[in-house]
């Protein structure tokens, strides 16, 4: 059976963090799907269309990695897409706690969808979207946080 992993968060912005995770992962799956959770009513620093356009530039061409968006939940999106892998990374014991919560409910719901979790690489374990955020919002410069090549300038609207 092909091995579809779906890798979903807000991914306002993707940073060297997910990409590490996303590379990292590749040689495990036959197929990555990056999916943008988004929620109408929380506004974003980016616009959808605008994250997606970053990941696909991070990715210009690796057949093996699609990028999408979906609302609602994650694990009947993963039905929807014939994920049978759900794929996420773990930088401290916060996100472990949060994510065993959601990884055992969505075991619950789903038995046949593994979570696999990736540990984050030391160097960055303290690089956090929220973060990057606030930097971008007050002008500052967070491009070591961001992979390598992309200019935020170009997806903020
Ligand atoms: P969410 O809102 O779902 O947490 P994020 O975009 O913040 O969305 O994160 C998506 C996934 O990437 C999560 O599994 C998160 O733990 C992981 N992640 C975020 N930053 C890093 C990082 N620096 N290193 C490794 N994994 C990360």
Redesign the pocket.
């Given at each position: 059976m092909e091995k579809i992993a779906l890798?979903?968060?807000?991914?306002?912005p993707?940073?060297?963090?997910?990409q590490?995770?996303v590379n990292r992962a590749l040689p495990l799956f036959d197929k990555i799907i990056i999916a943008i959770?988004y929620n109408t009513l929380k506004k974003p620093l980016l616009e959808l269309e605008k994250r997606m356009q970053l990941i696909s530039d991070v990715f210009p061409s690796n057949p093996k990695i699609v990028v999408s968006h979906y609302q609602g939940l994650t694990i009947e999106y993963c039905t929807k897409v014939k994920a049978n892998y759900l794929?996420?990374?773990?930088?401290t014991a916060a996100?472990f706690e949060?994510?065993r919560a959601i990884g055992q409910m969505n075991k619950a719901m789903n038995p046949g969808i593994e979570s696999v979790?990736?540990l984050?690489?030391p160097e960055?374990?303290?690089?956090?979207?929220?973060i990057v955020r606030d930097i971008l919002f007050y002008g500052g410069d967070a491009s070591k946080f961001l992979p390598e090549g992309i200019d935020i300038k170009k997806y903020l609207s």
């Open positions: 890798f979903p968060g807000s991914f306002d993707f940073t060297i963090g997910h590490s995770i959770g794929l996420r990374g773990l930088r996100d949060y994510e979790f990736l984050t690489a960055h374990s303290f690089v956090n979207s929220t």
